[in-house]
């Protein structure tokens, strides 16, 4: 935490000044794009490794590869979620 905000806060009201600051200089200030949005397309290869990885691994390991599985899912969902928090901080 920065000044009692989050990270991501703190930098965004950092740009906000900066940009505030140049407005007011008089200064051509560019829009920036904006984000993309969630199309909902599925990754068609990551799918069919993980259907190839299913249908090779013997019941014995399954479990192995599903505990990773599940770790690299959990990684995923952390960091959508860092994501979301960083865009809550905007306007």
């Known amino acids: 935490m920065v ?3 989050p ?3 703190a930098r965004w009201t950092s740009a906000a000044s900066a940009l505030m600051e140049a407005k007011a200089a008089g200064e051509a200030v560019e829009k920036a794009e904006p984000p993309a949005q969630p199309t909902g397309v599925v990754d068609l290869m990551e799918a069919l ?3 190839v990885e299913r ?7 399954g479990g192995q590869r599903l505990r990773h599985r599940v770790r690299e899912e959990a990684g995923r969902e952390a960091a959508h979620r860092r994501a979301r928090a960083l865009l809550r901080c905007g306007p």
């Open 55 to 61: 249908a090779r691994s013997p019941k014995d390991t």
């Open 3 to 5: 000044g009692g905000q």
């Open 49 to 51: 490794r993980a259907s």
């Open 7 to 9: 990270v991501g806060c």
